[in-house]
């Protein structure tokens, strides 16, 4: 059996929060409806039937979904690409958020012009419209030096 990657559990906690405490015997119902079809992210909810079934989802506790909820949010809060070294060849990289491997980066590429380059406007379009450098908390510090 396969497990749930990001999109469906995503499509699990947006499902839950649209329809409430009694989401689990709704989503029940749409699947044999054919309405899931109709939701937003219906195929990953389809998906979640014809590959987990129903009784994965009656067996699924609640700590669960809050948990990959959490992540889910916590994830969405990370830049889209850092740019890093390889701890075994040293080698600056490329990561991007959401995909398995690394990236080599081109010729000489040096890591930290790039991290540079990278985290002056993170996500500056949303928070303060490209006006100012956003500050990174200190732990996102820690986890990429400049």
């Known amino acids: 059996m396969t497990d749930p990657d990001d999109a469906h559990w995503r499509a699990l ?7 409430g405490r009694a989401w689990r015997d709704t989503l029940s119902i749409y699947w044999m409806n054919g ?38 949010r916590l994830a969405d809060t990370l830049p889209e690409m850092c740019a890093t070294l390889l701890p075994s060849t040293l080698e600056p990289v490329a990561i991007k958020r959401g995909e398995k491997g690394y990236w080599p980066l081109p010729g000489r590429h040096d890591s930290r012009a790039h991290k540079r380059d990278f985290f002056r406007y993170p996500g500056a379009d949303r928070r303060n419209g490209d006006r100012e450098p956003v500050r990174l908390g200190r732990a996102r510090r820690r986890s990429f030096p400049l």
């Not at 906690?13 to 329809?19: D, S």
């Not at 219906?42 to 039937?49: N, P, S, V």
């Open 13 to 19: 906690v947006e499902f839950r929060a649209r329809h």
């Open 35 to 72: 309405r899931d079809a109709s939701e937003p992210h219906g195929a990953a909810l389809r998906w979640i039937r014809n590959h987990l079934g129903p009784s994965w989802l009656c067996d699924l506790p609640d700590s669960d979904i809050e948990a990959q909820a959490l992540r889910l």
